[in-house]
């Protein structure tokens, strides 16, 4: 599948999403890949590692070193 939404608005991000949560036929696993899909699984990554290096939230106290 292609599509004709330009490369990281929101909306070819979401495409991902919604292709990836469609059920496959029997017997296969479809990937879905190109620029959004990269960029998509980097942020879950980056995100599923914990609390970002920096981000909106820049108030917040520091959390002390455990090393």
């Keep these: 599948m292609t599509s004709s939404l330009t490369p990281r608005p929101d909306a070819a991000q979401d495409l991902v999403g919604a292709v990836r949560d469609l ?11 190109g620029t959004d899909a990269e960029l998509v699984d980097t942020r879950h990554s980056i995100l ?4 970002p290096a920096s981000g909106p939230d820049l108030d917040r106290e520091p959390v002390a070193s455990q090393g």
């Design 48 to 51: 599923s590692e914990g609390e």
């Design 23 to 33: 059920a496959p036929p029997a017997g296969t696993h479809p990937l879905v890949g």
